[in-house]
């Protein structure tokens, strides 16, 4: 069986789905990366059994006088080899009888030796979403992801908080995200849902693997469930996770509903100062201070190596209030949004601060601060 493929889609396709392979694995066909061909449609796929990456290609393949159709397991090693070819074209012949796969590109030519497909666990197909699934715009899922994933916890005894939690209701899906000292809860409209189950914990390293996937267009995703995964597809490529299984806390009993103390602040003044502030900030918690008087917001760090402090002119509403926080918390939800200004909820000193972008209602950050007695 001969026959041909240019090398930038047979490339990008191998470059997606490698990142499902496992990094160790005691399951050897796991290991590898399964190419189906079937006459011109070209199928990479590659899973953890955690994640699963399915690549295809419609028109992949180019140059044969038969009908082909095989599935062979390829070691990894085919990804780097195909950066690595001096030409545009790969030409390709696959001995089915030893699952060998001739390359040649050029001057250069590999042999590649494979191994039985048969043992492959079965991926979602992906390419197909059943009525009723979610369609997003790329573009729009990254941004919703990108507002709330920096918030998880990376602490694995804890794997409840290593995931978002997507809630979908009539209209709209709330994520949820939170590693125990901030909470960050993003809601947005949807379309289409019609699935029985509703509540899906999502691990944050599958998310991380899909916003590598997204692009920055208005390519549709669908998002639907399967058995007890979930299923990102849009054009030519699908990523399944499997769910996390944990119970999540319900997060609307930690939220406050009043506030002792608000202020409306530019975002990017406030995001400045507080990079600047953190310069100087130093030991786990990175503390820098906030105090609000007088219409004024100040931002200050004092620490071994020396002091900081910048003033900025604020709305307020409410009492006076000196808090401590942790800067990176503030840097990076303040990093995560494009509004103009944000309201600051702030609850005393030892209370929680709730911060919102003016320009989303259905967007807000919380974060306890720092005791410093």
């Given at each position: 069986?001969k026959?041909?493929?240019?090398?930038?889609?047979?490339k990008?396709?191998?470059?997606?789905?490698?990142k499902?392979?496992?990094?160790r694995?005691?399951?050897?066909?796991?290991n590898?990366?399964?190419?189906e061909?079937?006459q011109?449609?070209l199928r990479?796929t590659a899973?953890?059994?955690e994640l699963?990456?399915?690549y295809?290609?419609?028109?992949?393949?180019?140059?044969?006088?038969q009908?082909?159709?095989?599935?062979?397991?390829?070691?990894?090693?085919?990804?780097?080899?195909?950066r690595h070819?001096?030409?545009?074209?790969?030409?390709?012949?696959y001995?089915?009888?030893?699952?060998?796969?001739?390359?040649?590109?050029g001057?250069?030519?590999f042999?590649?030796y494979?191994?039985?497909?048969?043992?492959?666990?079965?991926?979602?197909?992906?390419?197909a979403?059943p009525?009723?699934?979610?369609?997003?715009?790329?573009?729009?899922?990254?941004?919703?992801?990108?507002r709330?994933?920096?918030a998880?916890?990376?602490d694995?005894?804890?794997p409840?908080?290593?995931?978002?939690?997507?809630?979908?209701?009539?209209?709209?899906?709330?994520?949820?995200?939170?590693?125990?000292?901030r909470?960050?809860?993003k809601?947005?409209?949807v379309?289409?849902?019609?699935?029985?189950?509703?509540v899906f914990?999502?691990p944050?390293?599958?998310?991380?693997?899909?916003?590598?996937?997204?692009?920055?267009?208005?390519?549709?995703?669908?998002?639907?469930p399967?058995g007890?995964?979930l299923?990102f597809?849009?054009?030519?490529?699908?990523?399944?996770?499997?769910?996390?299984?944990e119970?999540?806390p319900?997060?609307?009993e930690?939220?406050?509903?009043?506030?002792?103390?608000?202020?409306?602040?530019?975002r990017?003044?406030?995001?400045?100062?507080?990079?600047r502030a953190?310069?100087?900030?130093?030991?786990?918690n990175?503390a820098?201070?906030?105090?609000?008087?007088e219409?004024?917001?100040?931002?200050?760090v004092?620490?071994?190596?020396?002091?900081?402090?910048?003033?900025?002119?604020?709305?307020?509403?409410?009492?006076?209030?000196?808090?401590?926080?942790?800067?990176?918390?503030?840097?990076?939800?303040?990093?995560?949004v494009?509004?103009?200004?944000?309201?600051?909820?702030f609850?005393g000193k030892?209370?929680?601060?709730?911060?919102?972008?003016?320009?989303d209602?259905?967007?807000?950050?919380?974060?306890?601060p720092i005791?410093?007695?």
């Amino acid at each position: 069986m001969k026959f041909t493929c240019e090398r930038e889609p047979f490339k990008t396709g191998l470059e997606l789905v490698e990142k499902a392979l496992p990094v160790r694995s005691t399951i050897p066909v796991i290991n590898n990366i399964l190419m189906e061909i079937e006459q011109k449609r070209l199928r990479f796929t590659a899973t953890n059994l955690e994640l699963d990456i399915r690549y295809q290609l419609e028109e992949g393949i180019a140059g044969s006088n038969q009908d082909l159709s095989f599935k062979v397991l390829l070691p990894p090693k085919i990804v780097n080899i195909t950066r690595h070819l001096p030409a545009e074209d790969i030409i390709m012949e696959y001995n089915e009888d030893h699952y060998r796969l001739n390359l040649s590109s050029g001057p250069a030519k590999f042999t590649l030796y494979g191994a039985d497909p048969s043992d492959f666990p079965q991926v979602n197909e992906g390419s197909a979403a059943p009525p009723g699934a979610w369609e997003i715009a790329e573009a729009e899922l990254k941004q919703i992801l990108r507002r709330v994933i920096f918030a998880l916890s990376t602490d694995e005894t804890r794997p409840a908080f290593n995931g978002v939690l997507f809630v979908f209701e009539p209209g709209e899906v709330t994520l949820t995200a939170s590693d125990t000292y901030r909470l960050v809860v993003k809601k947005t409209a949807v379309n289409g849902w019609n699935f029985p189950d509703n509540v899906f914990l999502v691990p944050g390293k599958a998310l991380r693997e899909l916003m590598k996937i997204l692009g920055d267009g208005d390519r549709a995703v669908k998002v639907f469930p399967e058995g007890k995964k979930l299923v990102f597809s849009l054009e030519g490529v699908s990523l399944s996770t499997r769910l996390l299984e944990e119970r999540y806390p319900d997060v609307r009993e930690v939220i406050p509903q009043k506030y002792e103390t608000r202020i409306q602040v530019e975002r990017k003044l406030l995001e400045d100062s507080v990079v600047r502030a953190s310069l100087l900030s130093e030991g786990i918690n990175q503390a820098i201070r906030l105090q609000v008087k007088e219409g004024e917001l100040e931002v200050s760090v004092s620490s071994e190596t020396g002091r900081m402090e910048e003033t900025l002119a604020v709305e307020q509403e409410g009492q006076e209030v000196e808090i401590y926080v942790n800067s990176r918390f503030l840097i990076d939800f303040l990093k995560s949004v494009d509004s103009k200004s944000i309201s600051m909820d702030f609850n005393g000193k030892n209370g929680p601060i709730v911060i919102r972008p003016l320009e989303d209602d259905g967007h807000l950050y919380m974060v306890l601060p720092i005791k410093m007695e």
